[in-house]
């Protein structure tokens, strides 16, 4: 942990994703630190400063108001010198950000050689004899290209991109699509640019296996183009290098290009700050224990740091880089793997160094608290119903789609359907359009996307349907387009909040009041119509007066705890919060339902 605290300025009220950027964490790390201290806030919610300096004082920062900042130095204009605390803002703020090198990730179909090129860069690059020239699997590498550091994760596929994407990992700078020659854009290419995109991250196509006879670069180069990849050599953004892992040509080129995308997107990170990252694998090592891969996206890790994931934590017994490298600390973008950790975390869970093991335990102790005390929905999970509502309260103004239907026939018309929906105030996203049915990758997308899923014809598969429980993704099934397009229609306009109205279920009559000692007064009742239930409300009504309303408490039949209790009995019912019943009042069971509009 870094002993000098970062100072930061912060105004009156800032958004959660704005606090973040401002101390170059992740926002999810923001949000756990809020929810640690019982504030329950999405991204783009505003907190007041208070908040704000209570949560970055939690995470290692010094912060100042920046109605105080901007009073103290039109204070001392004249004088020469600034003040101390803002020469540490300038020093440490923004011209601490320094380059640190690119990650990258690969994607691509099934069996068009991401992992042979992801083993002949590593093979060609990493220095033989270092370590017994063996490179440990870790989960990340890096090479260096002409002086320069490039970060390779060592898990392809867009599976476990998109995964690290839910769990709030933004770990990817740059996305190499592995594209082979012969056999062109597959299904999963497809799905590899579509996750891409939804991540925003920039995509390089490295177009393998030229070295078979039956390579076609000029149909794949038109493939792509029709993917929305225009490669670069025919005017166009997307950068195709062809390759071949198997021959190691174009390797070079493949590095070069990586270099040059990166210099445009500039990653940056500030090497003093707080260490924050992403775990990239964790597994149980004989002998040795948890062992996690994690990747340092902003300031530097030390051995002895105290590790805080989720709800484990631990002192770094030791950390090695992918070499088995005994490192002392690791800066930005380098992948270590360390030993210490309580328990095995998931891949993708962020990572944050915390005071001490005392200070993790307390921080886990709330959180569990939190989340004990306010079981809510992950923040990123939406549904077509809470759609407006969230429009309405400015957190959104893109409704984020995967459409899956059963044939291509039918999925045109509904995208394009759906693309005439965007409006001034809603933009309708597709971030995915295919065929076949809705798979678990589907769901990660969507989760990592806070994307709705809707399926035309089609089914969820078993894997899909419980990831989509878990991650609260919400899947609508359809046979019909113009429902569809309605219901989506109808959630952008608002039309679909839900509406709740209270319907009676029974009526009872009280004809007996009875007093037990240390519980208070209960009714005892003659259930007229309906029925009375466990879990419905009440309203006490004497003659014409509505006295009470509340939740039933208890209800008795033979002094027997029950669920119901049916027209024609008598029973025992205690509303929470009222005692003062007299014989010939009426109790009113209702309960709230939803209404279809
Ligand atoms: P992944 O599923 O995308 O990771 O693909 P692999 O790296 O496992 O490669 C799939 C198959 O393609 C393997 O049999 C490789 O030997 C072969 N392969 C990979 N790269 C090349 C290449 O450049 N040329 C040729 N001819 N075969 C390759």
Not at 344 to 373: H, L, M, W, Y
Request: glycine share 8%; proline share 4%.
């Amino acid at each position: 942990m870094s002993n000098t605290k970062t100072l930061i300025e912060v105004p009156d009220f800032i958004t959660v994703r704005d606090l973040a950027a401002v101390m170059h964490v992740s926002p999810i790390n923001v949000i756990k630190e809020l929810m640690s201290n019982g504030i329950m806030a999405n991204i783009n919610q505003e907190i007041d400063f208070d908040t704000a300096a209570i949560v970055a004082g939690e995470m290692g920062f010094d912060v100042v108001s920046t109605a105080v900042a901007i009073a103290q130095e039109e204070a001392i204009e004249s004088e020469i010198s600034r003040p101390a605390w803002r020469k540490v803002l300038a020093s440490e703020d923004t011209r601490n950000l320094v380059a640190r090198p690119p990650v990258i990730t690969m994607l691509g179909h099934v069996d068009h050689g991401k992992t042979s090129l992801l083993d002949v860069i590593r093979q060609t690059n990493v220095q033989a004899g270092e370590a017994g020239g063996i490179t440990q699997h870790i989960g990340a590498y890096q090479v260096a290209h002409n002086g320069d550091l490039i970060t390779f994760l060592d898990t392809p596929g867009h599976a476990a991109f998109t995964a690290m994407r839910a769990r709030g990992a933004q770990a990817t700078d740059i996305a190499i699509l592995v594209v082979a020659a012969d056999d062109g854009v597959m299904p999963q290419t497809r799905e590899a640019i579509d996750h891409a995109k939804a991540a925003n991250v920039p995509i390089i196509v490295a177009m393998n296996k030229i070295d078979l006879p039956s390579a076609n670069p000029a149909r794949v180069m038109q493939q792509l183009s029709e993917n929305g990849l225009i490669p670069d050599e025919w005017d166009g953004d997307t950068m195709v290098i062809q390759v071949s892992a198997k021959e190691k040509l174009g390797i070079d080129d493949l590095l070069e290009a990586i270099l040059l995308v990166a210099e445009d997107i500039a990653p940056k990170a500030n090497p003093s700050a707080s260490p924050t990252g992403t775990v990239l694998e964790a597994r149980m090592e004989k002998g040795k224990g948890v062992m996690v891969t994690l990747l340092v996206q902003n300031g530097t890790l030390k051995q002895g740091d105290t590790l805080l994931v989720g709800e484990d934590y631990g002192r770094i017994k030791a950390m090695f880089d992918y070499r088995g490298k005994r490192l002392k600390q690791a800066s930005p973008s380098t992948p270590v793997s360390a030993s210490g950790l309580s328990g095995i975390p998931e891949a993708g869970s962020q990572f944050e160094v915390v005071e001490s093991e005392k200070a993790a335990r307390k921080i886990i102790a709330d959180r569990q608290e939190a989340n004990r005390t306010q079981p809510i929905g992950r923040s990123g999970a939406i549904s077509l119903d809470d759609f407006f509502s969230r429009l309405q309260e400015g957190e959104t103004k893109t409704l984020n789609l995967v459409v899956k239907a059963d044939v291509q026939g039918s999925l045109e018309p509904i995208t394009n359907s759906l693309n005439k929906l965007s409006n001034d105030e809603v933009e309708l996203e597709i971030l995915l359009a295919a065929t076949g049915n809705i798979t678990e990758s589907d769901v990660m997308l969507a989760s990592a996307s806070e994307a709705i899923i809707l399926g035309f014809n089609v089914e969820a598969d078993p894997i899909a349907r419980a990831t989509a429980n878990s991650e609260q993704v919400e899947i609508n099934y359809y046979n019909i387009i113009y429902k569809l397009i309605e219901d989506v229609d109808k959630a952008m306009k608002g039309l679909l909040a839900p509406v709740y109205e209270d319907v009676v279920i029974g009526r009872a009559e009280v004809r007996q009041v009875f007093r037990i000692k240390g519980a208070g007064n209960i009714a005892g009742c003659y259930m007229r119509t309906g029925e009375a239930r466990r879990n419905a409300k009440a309203r006490i009504i004497r003659g014409t007066t509505l006295l009470y309303t509340g939740p039933v408490s208890s209800l008795k039949h033979l002094s027997e705890n029950v669920r119901e209790v049916k027209a024609g009995f008598e029973f025992g019912v205690n509303i929470s919060g009222w005692d003062d019943y007299y014989p010939g009042d009426f109790i009113e069971f209702f309960v709230s339902q939803r209404v279809e509009q």
